[in-house]
Nanobody, 126 residues
């Protein structure tokens, strides 16, 4: 059974950093797009970044470009989201999601993804 588990969330001060992990089980990371998303209270789920596990191409939303970095460790079947220069407006529940695909370039739009993790809370506050 395909499962995604996020971890690494927490409370951080503005300007700080966090690294989120998305551990995949029940499948190997071949020909998948793995995306990171977030949802703040009262707002729609927002796509942040994605990575093609086969081609290692990445894509970022403008809101996080230059601050967030997505990466993959195939040996650990895990995708990471390194978040730097965090702002209070980054506060949200962060999710990872997966979809099987042969496309070279992924798009981090929530409607494109099938399998979702349970989310991890990130709070940016002083």
């Amino acid at each position: 059974q395909l499962q995604l588990v996020e971890s690494g969330g927490g409370l951080v001060q503005p300007g700080g950093s966090l690294r989120l992990s998305c551990a995949a089980s029940g499948f190997t990371l071949d020909y998948y797009a793995i995306g990171w998303f977030r949802q703040a209270p009262g707002k729609e789920r927002e796509g942040l970044s994605c990575i093609s596990t086969k081609f290692r191409t990445t894509n970022y939303a403008d809101s996080v470009k230059g601050r967030f970095t997505i990466s993959i460790d195939s040996a650990k079947n895990t995708v990471y989201l390194q978040m730097n220069s965090l702002k209070p407006e980054d506060t949200a529940v962060y999710y990872c999601a997966a979809v099987a695909t042969v496309q070279v370039l992924c798009v981090p739009h929530p409607k494109n993804y099938v399998h979702w993790g349970q989310g991890t809370q990130v709070t940016v506050s002083s």
